[in-house]
């Protein structure tokens, strides 16, 4: 609930903004649901998102909902939020039809806290013992790529894109054990701290 609601005053403050910027300038809003694939981690996503755009240059904003991942044992499950996205879009010259096509450069920030739980061995004891361990990660994905467009009328359309880029890492987990400190570097991510990323996405939009 705390998530929608900030979902829910982003989206206002940032149509009130939109709603003083010049009349020559196209707006409009979006539900954008994507997949980032890092290695062997995929991570799914929804991020409502507003957009204006001046002639060929758009630019993108949208708070990130982490719906989940492969990361099975992660907690909580539910739909949070954990960052923010910013884009750009650039439209080459393509006379007015049913299809439209852009690039876009994305950028998204994030900072995923989880509590999960595990059974390990203890060498220190020579046991295996249950943990709980929580961890904050902080994840930047960069990357570049395509959008296709499919106007269904004036107002309503619907896209896919795909994007290629690169991603930074850095995890900090914490087994709240004082025994084993050596434990607390427990690393679950599945991916490296740098590596390259690969972004799909489809998205309805609603333009004004």
């Known amino acids: ?30 539900v954008s649901a994507s997949a980032s694939m890092l290695s062997h981690s ?13 002639h060929a240059n758009e630019v993108v904003f949208a708070p990130t909902l982490l719906v989940g991942s492969n990361l099975g044992y992660q907690k909580p499950q539910s739909p949070r939020l954990t960052g923010t996205r910013a884009g750009y879009r650039f439209w080459p010259g393509i006379p ?27 060498p220190e004891i020579l046991e295996y013992q249950d943990f709980d361990i929580s961890s904050v990660e902080l994840l930047m994905e960069n990357y570049l790529g395509y959008g296709l467009v499919y106007k269904i009328n004036r107002s309503l359309s619907i896209s896919q894109g795909v994007g290629v880029g690169w991603y930074l890492s850095a995890l900090k ?6 025994d084993n ?18 972004n799909a996405r489809l998205e309805i939009i609603y333009t004004w």
């Open 96 to 122: 007015d039809g049913k299809w439209k096509f852009h690039l876009s450069a994305d950028i998204r920030l994030q900072r995923v806290k989880d509590r999960w739980n595990v059974n390990l061995f203890n």
């Open 1 to 30: 609930m705390k998530s929608l609601l900030s979902v829910f005053l982003c989206c206002m403050l940032f149509s009130t903004a939109m709603g003083q910027v010049e009349n020559n300038k196209t707006k409009w809003i979006g």
């Open 42 to 54: 995929v991570r799914g996503y929804l991020e409502p998102y507003l957009a204006v755009r001046n």
């Open 173 to 178: 987990t914490n087994t709240g054990s004082h």
């Open 181 to 198: 400190p050596g434990m607390d570097m427990l690393d679950y991510r599945g991916y490296d701290n740098i590596g390259l990323i690969l």
